[in-house]
């Protein structure tokens, strides 16, 4: 092999850090609400890239939010209504609301109550500003049988599926992985998902399908996206492992994995949602660009 030629990770990646390496020039010696002169990274568009705002703790919502518009993003990821006034003013969408907890949820009648009400008052406060999805999560197992958990969740999502379709939002039932970050989590494979989406049989309940919880638990990231993208309402980003950049330290290659998004014709949203380890402006920078496909 001819050593000056470079392989094609490493130009992707040495192109991608010098526009980052721009970005965060930039900003150098600035205050956060001054970043008025930031580069776009996103150049093609066809992924609607997203952000969530937990992943960036060291900037208040309206200097993610600067950021994230400058760089070309269209959307935050995982906020509130309250949250909803700082994104008008910035012209971007709340791409997933909260709603209830991730241990306590759906798979058990008991929850059923209380999360369908706060899956119901996210509903209104998403189709007041137009934003697309809200997220749920089924719980932890608890020595409760997958199948049964199906049973429990389907119940809850068709007492709610007739509304979300109503008000034009989208619920979306997150997949984490249970090996490492949430332990006992029962929707941790594909195909109970699937399953439940397919039952519930409403085209306005879907999967959160979270690329990092996937690749832990099953890997095959590609062809699951083909198999299943009809099931698929949103993404996540993340590095594996270690959930940081999504780099060439980790084995996930984000650039087919967004091509492979993008050749179904997806519309909807890829939220990055892992935590930065270096400098959070090059590494977003960085991360919108390989994903920029």
């Known amino acids: ?6 392989s094609r990770r490493t ?34 568009g066809r992924i609607n890239q997203s952000v969530s705002k937990w992943c960036y703790g060291k900037f208040s919502l309206d200097e993610l939010c600067t950021i994230a518009r400058k760089m070309g993003m269209k959307a935050i990821d995982l906020l509130r209504p309250n949250d909803f006034p700082t994104l008008k003013k910035h012209g971007l969408v709340c791409s997933m609301v909260s709603t209830h ?14 999360c369908l009400a706060q ?15 809200v997220i749920t ?27 979300a379709e109503k008000k034009k939002v989208t619920i979306c039932i997150e997949y984490l992985n249970s090996k490492v970050n949430h332990k006992d989590y029962m929707f ?7 399953e439940v989406c397919k039952r519930v049989g409403s085209k306005n309940v879907k999967i959160l399908y979270d690329i990092y919880h996937a690749q832990i638990m099953e890997g095959d990231i590609i062809r ?10 949103h993404y996540h980003t993340g590095g594996n492992p270690g959930r940081n950049e999504i780099d060439e330290t980790q084995e996930l290659y984000y650039p087919a994995i967004m091509r492979a998004i993008a050749d179904t014709a997806f519309k909807g949203y890829v939220a990055h949602e892992f935590v930065p380890k270096r400098d959070p402006i090059k590494s977003l920078a960085y991360a919108v660009r390989i994903c920029d496909v």
């Open 101 to 114: 907890g991730l241990t306590k949820g759906l798979n058990r009648k008991e929850n059923h109550e209380q």
């Open 188 to 194: 941790d494979n594909t195909a109970w998902g699937v």
């Open 137 to 163: 999560f089924p719980g932890n197992r608890a020595g409760m049988p997958d199948d049964i958990g199906v049973d429990n969740t389907v119940i809850a999502l068709k007492q709610i599926a007739g509304y």
């Open 224 to 233: 699951t996206i083909r198999d299943y993208h009809e099931y698929f309402g």
């Open 119 to 133: 899956i119901r008052s996210a509903i209104d406060a998403a189709a007041e500003y137009k934003f697309p999805n």
């Open 11 to 44: 130009f992707i990646r040495n192109t991608s850090l010098v526009a980052a390496g721009t970005v965060a020039g930039a900003l150098a010696g600035k205050g956060c609400t001054a970043r008025t002169d930031i580069r776009r990274v996103v150049k093609k």
């Open 1 to 6: 092999m001819n050593n000056d030629k470079l």
